[in-house]
């Protein structure tokens, strides 16, 4: 559990090592959750059945989880909808839990986030061992990224922006990933293609 496959694996190719970044794919964040995105059940489905499909691209499958126990002005009774939300995501509660499409992926590693504060990016986050997702990524090897995941305008963006920032080659797989909002979406695209960020769809892959 939690062990990424050596470096020694079955690619012997010159093309960086790649990990697809599944980032909260949660209820929380689905249709009926405290904080649901529209689409957000089909996005976990698309989610699951791509990484089943497509685990030979992949040297590792990573997984993030918002996973709040006291994130301080991250929670109010009266959200602003930007830098304050609803209670969401709190942690060993049935919507922080990985939505049950996931349950196959196969994922290597399970990175929980924002247990005190905002926690907004997969590299806030560590996973059982205390492993960030940075070392998750150096220990593996690993020179590229696709990013894909709930919400497209804020975890699955300051993740792709945190990787970009590490040096990692980074995608957003753009049907595998939806937005709080249209306006919101858009905007996050502009930063991400901004650093160097590239979008594109699965049929493009």
């Not at 939690?2 to 980032?23: E, K, N, W, Y």
């Not at 590792?60 to 939300?85: C, K, M, R, Y």
């Not at 905007?187 to 049929?203: I, K, P």
Request: hydrophobic residues 35%; proline residues 5%; glycine residues 10%.
């Amino acid at each position: 559990m939690d062990d990424i496959r050596p470096q020694t694996s079955r690619f012997v190719t010159s093309r960086p090592r790649r990990a697809l970044l599944v980032v909260d794919v949660q209820p929380t964040f689905c249709e009926g959750g405290e904080l649901g995105v529209e689409g957000g059940h089909a996005v976990a489905e698309r989610v699951a059945a791509y990484a089943k499909e497509h685990r030979d691209r992949y040297d590792a499958i990573l997984t993030t989880q918002d996973w709040h126990i006291d994130p301080g002005e991250h929670f109010s009774d009266d959200p602003d909808f930007v830098n304050s939300w609803p209670p969401h995501g709190v942690a060993d509660t049935p919507g922080a839990m990985l939505h049950p499409a996931l349950a196959e992926i196969d994922a290597d590693a399970h990175v929980k986030k924002g247990q005190y504060d905002h926690g907004y990016s997969g590299f806030d986050g560590a996973d059982e061992s205390g492993r960030s997702l940075e070392t998750i990524l150096t220990d593996a090897g690993i020179g590229a990224v696709d990013v894909v995941g709930l919400a497209e305008s804020h975890c699955v963006k300051h993740t792709a922006l945190d990787a970009r920032q590490r040096g990692l080659a980074t995608r957003v797989i753009t049907d595998l990933t939806a937005p709080v909002s249209p306006g919101q979406g858009e905007q996050a695209r502009a930063e991400m293609r901004a650093v160097g960020v590239e979008l594109l769809s699965t049929a493009d892959l």
